[in-house]
């Protein structure tokens, strides 16, 4: 597919993308309004700076003036994607938010949490509820306890787009803790298997819907200069769950009906997430986009502060979306408009799960086991541990090193590990050594995966996917996400006994190589933009 750089569209706006332009339009806007073009030295950015700072105090007396603070900011801003200045000297020119965001996102990442506790709960309960529910013998039921979950978050994907454009983003949270409440209790009070796979399908369905409006609602509400990093938070929390269902299950040898309880605390944090909502302001691009405009003004002044209501209202009002334009449906995804957008966000996520992050984890115990680590405990410790540490490593530099960088060194570093792997099975020259290096490569793999392709996907496609098709666009790309994870998880075995687990992890390298050829050509880098800057370079209005 054509890469997507900018086009003689886009440059108008004056945004720069790799491979772009700044339009001539702009330049001269620097020229006339910072007295330096793009031929200026270094040893010239003090005085620059100086006039700068003297233009940027008048600008608080007038809204026009403001508005064209705003003009010179983005043109900086254009330059020092080339390294022609620092990325600092472009940000001290916004106008400071006063307000807070951080405890509307710590409710949303609440989801998030849930999220991964659901998913990592059943592996150490399983053993467990088996003995108790009497289907010990029966692994074709025992699996359909484990997949509900992931059927059940492929609908709830899909579903959660469409709630979030109908009823709002803190409203879809809040309809969110219903199956995810009601489906917790069923399977701590389940006396029989029907009752366990009605509640794994409501989890599933709850945390389908948290996978689409949690990345959503976070990269709506973020302020540009740190949206990176709040949005990686997601994928930060994710990996938290995962960790609290692993250190709930540690009671499990001494009470085997432990089980029911590490179930059953899932209902507190979605009942929390309800009530938190309910004082959480709502997206102010979702209430312009549906012509609310004094609530979004209101909300704006919660998030940022009264004195950015002005920038980013004109932000919203000049993005090319109208609040008259309806909502897309699912078919104007497709269009000539917005497919190319929508084909990155489905291949990105078909990408991260075709790379083999799930295989891996799946497979981890047996690797770790040929090491001599035959704890199945601190085996999964250990690689849940380098996904936070990666993750965590990866909300740093999110701002700094921008998403597409992230991304391809996150994917070379996949392939560089399953070629570790696949080698360690296969040389005979490295034989003494397989159990540590098929270790090492693991957890190498792991922190590769978490440093990019677990984070970004999640924060890149709510910032190249346009207000009106956000929404619908995330559903079907996590849509993607869930249903190659169903795959995988129920074929990967079949595949590793006819292949053999070398011959894989090969083919797992091959697809990372794959990405990064697909993201060189095809991601652009939303670092520093704005989600309006942003939708009007990729899906301008026609």
């Not at 590769?448 to 924060?459: N, Y």
């Amino acid at each position: 597919m054509q890469a997507l750089t900018i086009s003689a569209e886009a440059t108008s706006v004056g945004c720069r993308f790799p491979g772009g332009r700044v339009s001539s339009g702009v330049e001269k806007l620097g020229k006339r309004s910072l007295g330096f073009g793009r031929s200026s030295m270094p040893g010239r950015n003090i005085c620059c700076g100086e006039r700068l700072g003297l233009e940027f105090a008048r600008a608080r007396s007038g809204v026009e003036l403001v508005f064209g603070s705003r003009a010179k900011s983005r043109w900086v801003k254009a330059q020092s994607f080339d390294g022609d200045l620092e990325d600092d000297n472009s940000t001290k020119l916004q106008t400071k938010s006063s307000g807070t965001v951080l405890p509307y996102v710590g409710i949303a990442c609440l989801g998030a949490i849930l999220f991964g506790y659901h998913l990592g709960v059943v592996n150490g309960a399983l053993e467990y509820l088996a003995r108790d529910l009497g289907i010990t013998d029966n692994s074709v039921l025992q699996g359909w306890i484990v997949s509900t979950a992931l059927a059940g978050a492929t609908v709830g994907s899909f579903t959660g787009g469409s709630l979030a454009d109908k009823f709002g983003r803190t409203r879809t949270f809040q309809l969110d803790a219903i199956p995810l409440a009601v489906g917790a209790f069923l399977c701590a009070t389940a006396q029989n298997v029907q009752t366990m796979i009605i509640g794994r399908l409501l989890c599933g369905i709850g945390i389908g819907i948290s996978s689409a409006i949690v990345p959503l609602y976070i990269s709506e509400i973020s302020p540009t200069e740190i949206r990176g990093a709040l949005g990686s938070v997601n994928q930060l929390f994710i990996c938290i769950g995962i960790l609290a269902a692993l250190v709930a299950g540690l009671p499990l040898a001494g009470n085997p009906l432990w089980w029911r309880t590490m179930f059953a605390i899932a209902v507190v944090p979605s009942v929390l997430m309800a009530l938190g909502m309910s004082i959480s302001p709502e997206s102010p691009r979702w209430l312009f986009q549906q012509g609310k405009i004094s609530q979004a003004e209101t909300s704006i002044r919660s998030l940022y502060g009264k004195g950015k209501v002005a920038e980013v209202m004109n932000d919203l009002s000049t993005s090319g979306q109208s609040s008259t334009e309806q909502d897309a449906g699912w078919f104007d995804l497709f269009s000539k408009r917005y497919r190319k957008v929508v084909s990155v966000g489905a291949a990105l996520f078909l990408f991260q799960q075709l790379a083999g992050i799930n295989a891996v984890v799946y497979y981890s115990t047996a690797v770790f086991r040929s090491a001599g680590i035959v704890s199945d405990v601190a085996a999964s410790a250990l690689v849940g541990a380098s996904n936070v540490f990666g993750t965590a490593v990866a909300s740093s530099l999110m701002d700094r090193q921008g998403r597409k960088s992230l991304l391809i060194t996150s994917f070379t570093g996949m392939a560089a590990s399953m070629l570790l792997l696949s080698l360690s099975f296969t040389w005979k020259v490295l034989t003494p050594y397989s159990g540590t290096l098929a270790v090492l490569g693991t957890v190498l793999y792991v922190l590769s995966f978490s440093l990019g392709a677990g984070p970004v996907p999640a924060l890149l496609l709510p910032e190249i996917f346009a207000s009106r098709i956000r929404a619908k666009a995330v559903a079907l790309s996590l849509g993607m996400h869930w249903i190659s994870n169903f795959v995988i998880g129920l074929y990967f075995l079949s595949v590793v006994n006819k292949f053999g687990i070398s011959t894989v992890y090969l083919g797992f390298s091959t697809v990372c190589l794959l990405a990064v050829l697909y993201i060189t050509g095809n991601v652009v880098e939303t670092k520093g933009r704005s989600l309006e800057e942003i939708e009007r370079a990729l899906s301008p209005a026609t």
